[in-house]
Nanobody
Framework: QVHLVESGGGLVQAGGSLRLSCTAS????????MGWFRQAPGKEREFVAA????????SYTYSEKGRFTISRDNNKDTAYLQMNSLKPEDTAVYYC?????????????WGKGTLVTVSS
């Protein structure tokens, strides 16, 4: 059975940093995209960032580019999201995802999410 487990969420002040981790188990995902989505209270889930299987393609939303950095370690089946200069509007549940491409319709597996709260 496939599991994606996120960690690293928490409460941080505006301007601070957090690093999220997502570890996959049950099978290897070294040939698939790994990514992050988020869902803020009262809003739809939205794409944040994604990285291709070998790390040579990165995709970000415009607002996160420059503040967030996605990376992966295929030896550990783990993806990371380094988030800097956090803003209150970054507050959301962040979900790890694995799939065939950097868009929601291509996602095959979802994690349960980790909460990030940014205080002003």
């Amino acid at each position: 059975q496939v599991h994606l487990v996120e960690s690293g969420g928490g409460l941080v002040q505006a301007g601070g940093s957090l690093r999220l981790s997502c570890t996959a188990s049950g099978r290897t995902f070294s040939t698939q995209w790994m990514g992050w989505f988020r869902q803020a209270p009262g809003k739809e889930r939205e794409f944040v960032a994604a990285i291709s299987s070998n790390g040579d393609e990165l995709s970000y939303t415009y607002s996160e580019k420059g503040r967030f950095t996605i990376s992966r370690d295929n030896n550990k089946d783990t993806a990371y999201l380094q988030m800097n200069s956090l803003k209150p509007e970054d507050t959301a549940v962040y979900y790890c995802a694995v799939g065939r491409g950097p868009y929601s319709s291509a996602i095959d597996y979802w994690g349960k999410g980790t909460l990030v709260t940014v205080s002003s």
